[in-house]
């Protein structure tokens, strides 16, 4: 029989199973065939695929099914998983191959298909049961039937949705697990869910009798979907950040929070205020992952895999960390890996010349992701930790009336009084420095605000050669710990918001040695013109020593115990006698990479000089003065940022431009400076600053705007936090410092409407911007900018918005344009573009009347108040051609009439 009368009688089965004629049969002959025939899977497939195919789960199911019964065993899965590519929650489907998985053994991976199964039918759950019958609660649970789909799952906050349960399961498993834990505990209590997310948990532990629930989240999104879905009279959502909780003291009888305490930089701080707002014998259940099986070989200061995390503890360390505020009642593991299966236990064997092979016992197998206790788990390791506390008991307490003034007592007597300060050269608010420390020449030390040295430090000024600068520079936020010593001949400077530990010694010179026939201490130091820096927010480990003429870069990690006396680059993580880098954060890959060699060392660095994270464009022209301030408002942040690249391009200015800019250039080595031979347009020369920078992400910058404290930190939080974003827009309008991701076209005009055009608000993508094949169409209009941004949504929804005020203004008054041309006509021209490709046109006409009274009425009053040099020449004309339709044309053409006429 040839090819073509095979298939063609293949069909003919296939029709039959299909049409319900003697499907059993069919199916016979055709699993008969197929032990002869090796193509005739992919012939199955092929003619499934056909239209003329109806019910095609249904063929794939009954093919399986009869292959099961006579034990045909290698067709079974494949069809199986081709009739999900047909229906995804196919619950038949579902049901058998996770019948079929359990037959082969693979029980954890049939009990995710049959927790796929949507349909919680009587049939479903007792099979559930027979394969976990432990785990009743996550098929009975009705929380799966309370979906959150119109919020996307990101991968950090998980929600109950279509999409999470079909395809991230066991996700969903381990987050149910863990509050079906907390459920045994919170009957009749009052319950805080720290860090909430979706709210799913919150509701969970409400329908398991809790008195009271209340969750608590950073994310005003997660929150108002929270409430929508969750929320009732006693489950409630609220802002909350959990460093800093805006509670009651001892409000709670349990707090919950799962996952957190690694999203955070100080999980001791976390620790502690937990314990603050639980009432005496409350409970915590905490949980984390377990660094020792998600980060095998890293240290607890080193960047964990996932970006979002801070740090990841190993158990010892979680539970030395819980400790210090609670017992620890039990402590449970979730999705195991047995010592056997470990790449790092298997080499430490082999390196041991022990048995590799060797298995000992049975080893743990685990059912699903539940939650086991560690005391009866030997030879494994669990991916999570669950720790269950209790807080410890206070010890009896002085009355309070006497309490008051001990406390008072003590803090006037452990920090330097208010005189003491005044001896130094500068001394911030809200600053502390025990009373205890030894300060030499405090008129030489500069103390910055927000300042804490704890008790036993040293502030010494080696030489007495004071002329009227400090000598030592303590910036604002830095926190030192105890046994501090810093001495200085000629110089150190601790930047903003550095951390360093106890015991560690600082000194910008060392003492000479080359007479033997005087005591050292007489011979004078090796230096007065060195200099030690620490970088901007960089740690300094416990029992570090920085010697020498020492410049450690920002964001740094000096390892406990390393000696450093060579420069440590910004972003590096140093560790060892001497100091050697270990890893360095890469632009390229956004990741903190491990470099074994100086060769590796200057490898990352060249790929900063190459590929900086961040260039601020700066087109200027004929504004040297404005200039010179926005360069100061961006160095006095970023110095000498070796992820910064600063692209200057001169519009050929004929006043001191290239003064200010060379100027700068000699100080910071992150300039790239270009001059235009002539004179090439505003919008060409925004143009090429886009074109010829080499960042990866490009922030675009008016020269006369000038950054606020902290607005370039938080660009960077942000593009670090939110890479799926290929834009960023800095919405000054509204100060109230949120930072949100949100999706599409429409939601990015309603939010931003014309102030996108802002050239100073904008925040590209270098990779979204080389797929746009004509990223400035519109380069002739004034706002080919406001076309870049949505064009660049059209490719990729994801935008962050970044609401801060961020700039204060040179405000110099707007020339060079035509208001009623570029604020009507080329605006919606603009707009217009998109409304075929993703825009709304209801909302184009609704944005339209807006900036009516937002932007353009405004302004057209202010150029005949002020007597502005704004070109209004043919203003009727635009707002006719644009506005003459509308039902409020009328109406502002009057506004426009009594303008003129108040200041004619």
């Not at 017992?327 to 298997?346: I, K, R």
Request: glycine share 6%.
């Amino acid at each position: 029989m040839g090819t073509d009368s095979i298939e063609l009688s293949l069909r003919d089965l296939l029709l039959k199973i299909d049409n319900d004629d003697d499907s059993i049969k069919s199916s016979q002959e055709i699993l008969r065939r197929f032990n002869d025939h090796d193509q005739l899977l992919e012939e199955i497939i092929g003619i499934l695929d056909d239209e003329s195919i109806l019910n095609k789960n249904k063929i794939c199911n009954t093919l399986a099914v009869v292959g099961f019964q006579i034990e045909s065993f290698d067709i079974l899965i494949p069809l199986l998983q081709k009739s999900l590519e047909y229906d995804a929650r196919h619950k038949d489907t579902l049901m058998n191959l996770s019948i079929i998985l359990a037959q082969f053994g693979e029980t954890n991976i049939a009990i995710q298909y049959a927790n796929q199964i949507e349909d919680k039918s009587e049939d479903v759950r007792d099979w559930l049961k027979k394969l976990d019958p432990q785990n009743n609660s996550v098929a009975d649970n009705n929380i799966l039937n309370l979906e959150q789909n119109d919020v996307e799952f990101t991968g950090e906050r998980l929600v109950i949705n279509k999409e999470v349960k079909e395809n991230y399961n066991n996700v969903l498993e381990e987050h149910l697990h863990r509050y079906e834990l907390a459920c045994r505990y919170v009957q009749g209590k009052v319950v805080l869910d720290a860090a909430c997310g979706a709210g799913y948990g919150s509701k969970m532990i409400q329908q398991a009798g809790a008195k009271y629930v209340l969750g608590v989240d950073i994310s005003e999104e997660s929150l108002q979907s929270a409430k929508k879905t969750y929320g009732s009279d006693n489950v409630n959502f609220g802002y909350g950040d959990v460093n800093n909780l805006k509670l009651d003291d001892e409000s709670f009888d349990v707090v919950v929070s799962f996952e957190t305490i690694e999203h955070i930089k100080s999980g001791a701080r976390w620790i502690k205020e937990s314990a603050r707002v639980l009432k005496d014998d409350g409970i915590f259940l905490v949980s984390t992952p377990n660094r020792s099986v998600t980060n095998p070989g890293t240290y607890f200061i080193e960047q964990p895999l996932n970006p979002h995390h801070c740090y990841e503890y190993t158990v010892i360390e979680f539970v030395a960390e819980l400790t210090k505020e609670y017992d620890v009642l039990e402590l449970y593991g979730q999705t195991f890996t047995n010592d056997h299966e470990s790449y790092f236990s298997q080499a430490m064997r082999q390196a041991r010349k022990m048995d590799t092979q060797f298995i000992p016992g049975p080893g743990y197998s685990s059912r699903g992701h539940e939650l086991v206790s560690l005391s009866e788990i030997k030879d494994a390791q669990p991916m999570y930790v669950l720790a269950v506390c209790r807080k410890k008991r206070k010890q009896q307490q002085t009355p309070v009336s006497q309490s008051k003034d001990r406390v008072e007592e003590i803090s006037s007597k452990r920090v330097i009084t208010q005189s003491q300060k005044s001896l130094f050269y500068q001394f911030g608010q809200n600053s502390t420095i025990w009373s205890d420390a030894e300060i030499v020449d405090a008129e030489a030390i500069s103390i910055g605000d927000n300042v804490v040295i704890k008790k036993d430090s040293w502030l010494n000024i080696a030489l007495n050669n004071f002329e009227g600068k400090p000598r030592i520079v303590i910036n604002n936020g830095c926190q030192i710990g105890k046994n501090f010593s810093i001495s200085v001949a000629n110089k150190a400077v601790i930047e903003k918001h550095v951390i360093i530990g106890p015991n560690v010694y600082i000194a910008d010179c060392g003492h000479v040695y080359d007479n033997i026939a005087l005591p050292i201490m007489y011979q004078g130091v090796t230096s007065t013109t060195n200099e030690v820096v620490i970088g901007e927010g960089s740690w300094l480990g416990i029992n570090s020593v920085i010697v020498g003429n020492v410049r450690i870069g920002k964001g740094c990690v000096i390892a406990a115990n390393t000696f450093v006396n060579k420069d440590v680059p910004d972003f590096s993580v140093a560790a060892g006698n001497p100091a050697k880098i270990i890893k360095m954060f890469d632009p390229v890959t956004l990741n903190w990479e491990h470099v074994r060699n100086e060769k590796e060392v200057q490898f990352i660095l060249q790929r900063r000089i190459d590929n900086p994270l961040i260039s601020i464009c700066i087109p200027t022209f004929n504004r040297a003065k404005d200039l010179e301030k926005c360069l100061e408002s961006i160095y006095s942040e970023i110095g000498h940022h070796s992820l910064f690249e600063i692209y200057i391009s001169n519009n050929d200015s004929s006043d001191h431009t290239e003064d200010i800019v060379l100027k700068y250039q000699a100080i910071f080595g992150n300039i790239t400076y270009n001059k235009n031979e002539e004179n090439i347009g505003a919008d060409k020369n925004i143009a090429l600053t886009m074109q010829k920078s080499k960042g990866r992400y490009m922030v675009m910058h008016g020269d006369d705007d000038f950054f606020k404290p902290d607005v370039i930190r938080k660009i960077v939080h942000s593009i670090i936090s939110y890479r799926e974003c290929g834009l960023f827009f800095l919405n000054v309008l509204n100060d109230n410092n949120e930072i949100k991701v949100l999706k599409g076209m429409n939601k990015f005009l309603e939010e931003t409407s014309i102030s996108s055009g802002f050239i100073s608000s904008i925040i590209v993508s270098r990779e979204e911007f080389d797929k746009l094949e004509d990223p400035f169409k519109f380069i002739d209009l004034a706002f080919n900018q406001i076309y870049l941004q949505y064009s660049i949504l059209e490719n990729n929804p994801n935008f962050c918005l970044i609401n801060d005020s961020s700039f204060t203004y040179a405000g110099n008054e707007p020339l060079g344009y035509n208001l009623g041309e570029v604020f009507i006509k080329n605006y919606i021209t603009i707009l217009n573009y998109f409304k075929n490709r993703g825009l709304d046109v209801g909302l184009i006409q609704e944005d339209k009347k807006r900036i009516l009274s937002t932007t353009i009425i405004p302004w057209f009053k202010r150029v005949y108040e002020f007597k502005l040099g704004t070109d209004i020449s043919d203003f009727d004309k635009f707002f006719e051609e644009y506005y003459h339709e509308e039902t409020y044309f009328e109406e502002v053409r009057t506004m426009i009439l009594a303008i003129r006429e108040q200041f004619s």
